[in-house]
């Protein structure tokens, strides 16, 4: 069997690294390529391009980058082209994603997409879109059949493929870390160079401001990878001059998160990697203003941070654009740092969106999914993800 995986951003990366692992297990001679980074090069896919070239979110920042996406787009979609393979298996990133399945509806191969597009936020429009181009979409939020329910595309959803990563980390020791055994705040800036760029100088201002209230407390900014947590060092050292320190680790989010008192955390995947450890955060995002602009007059959700949308109320506070400043992040933080009803019943709603995501072993439900697809037989069965 062969399948192109296009995987534009990390997360989707780590996501779609565990879902061609667990592909491999039903089929081992599968080969695979396309667009990754190192989770899937080290799960055995061939990168045709890096999702580092990829990484970019808002129209301001996809304008400028249109040149290099557009040779990547092509470049792609002429491998695709040359030898089809079984199945194109998108994984989020529905600009890029949704355009080469328009490319590809005259090429015989099946395309499947693991990780819906937020088309319930914005864009309805590709509701209908979706369901002429795809063979079938596997959803990982419980609420999406729903959304697609009056169209013919098949949908199964099965469950979060965060949920059983960060299980595993909560049934694991602690992890010594430079908090000691007074564990303090976790600054979550992003995983893109542009979020790291406008989120982390207002979250180290915050951070200040904290620290004089609060001698103290101590601070880990948890970087996504090792670009990330140069960026944010040198941004540390060059553009904020009053920051406290800030001890920088990579690779070690959960475990940070399962250990702080509560965090700043940039919206996005971030926000539900927060939720299922349980530690009560704030959320904020800034954009280029024209971005800000057109999403204000699209978006169609009351709040921007996904644990809140599952939620289904400000459970979290958010702030964005111009409402992100220091003295907010500051000010919203503080009532969760200490043993209050606030934090209470924060950690209590955090639970519930827990308990919302499904059981662990979505890879492997997607897994089966996809194999069945592909006419392949599968050897055993999982359980479906609770409702």
């Known amino acids: 069997m062969r399948l192109v995986i296009i995987a534009g951003e990390i997360s989707g990366d780590l996501h779609a690294a565990r879902l061609l692992t667990a592909i491999r297990s039903r089929c081992p001679d599968v080969e695979c390529s396309g667009i990754g980074g190192e989770a899937l090069q080290k799960a055995g896919m061939h990168l045709i391009i890096h999702c580092q070239e990829m990484a970019v979110m808002g129209i301001v920042e996809v304008l400028r980058r249109y040149r290099p996406l557009r040779r990547a787009f092509y470049r792609l979609l002429d491998h695709i082209k040359s030898d089809p393979p079984d199945a194109v298996i998108f994984v989020d990133y529905p600009g890029f994603n949704l355009r080469m399945a328009r490319k590809l509806t005259t090429v015989a191969t099946k395309k499947i997409y693991f990780i819906c597009p937020q088309v319930w936020a914005w864009n309805t429009s590709r509701i209908q879109l979706m369901a002429r181009l795809l063979d079938r979409l596997i959803a990982i939020f419980p609420f999406e059949p729903e959304v697609f329910k009056d169209t013919r595309l098949p949908v199964d959803y099965v469950g979060h493929p965060l949920v059983a990563e960060s299980q595993a980390v909560l049934d694991a020791p602690l992890e010594a870390l430079s908090w000691g055994d007074t564990p303090g705040i976790a600054i979550l800036p992003g995983s893109r160079a542009q979020e790291i760029s406008r989120m982390l100088p207002v979250m180290a201002r915050a951070a200040a401001i904290v620290a004089r209230q609060s001698p103290g407390m101590k601070f880990i900014l948890a970087a996504a990878n090792g670009s990330a947590a140069h960026q944010a060092r040198r941004i540390l050292s060059e553009k904020v001059r009053d920051a406290p320190a800030i001890d920088v680790v990579t690779g070690r989010t959960r475990q940070i998160l399962k250990q702080a008192r509560a965090a700043w955390v940039t919206s996005g995947t971030a926000t ?116």
């Open 272 to 387: 539900l990697e927060a939720a299922l450890m349980e530690c009560p955060m704030v959320i904020g995002y800034r954009m280029a203003p024209l971005t800000y602009l057109m999403g204000r007059i699209l978006v169609r959700v009351d709040h921007i941070g996904m644990v809140n949308i599952i939620a289904g109320r400000r459970l979290c506070p958010e702030f964005v654009q111009n409402q992100m400043t220091a003295g907010a992040l500051a000010a919203a933080i503080n009532p969760l740092l200490d043993e209050s009803e606030t934090r209470s019943s924060t950690i209590s709603g955090l639970k519930q969106v827990r308990a919302a995501l499904g059981e662990p072993g979505a890879e492997d439900r997607a897994a089966e999914i996809i194999c069945r697809e592909l006419g392949l037989q599968v050897p055993g069965t999982h359980p479906r993800p609770s409702e």
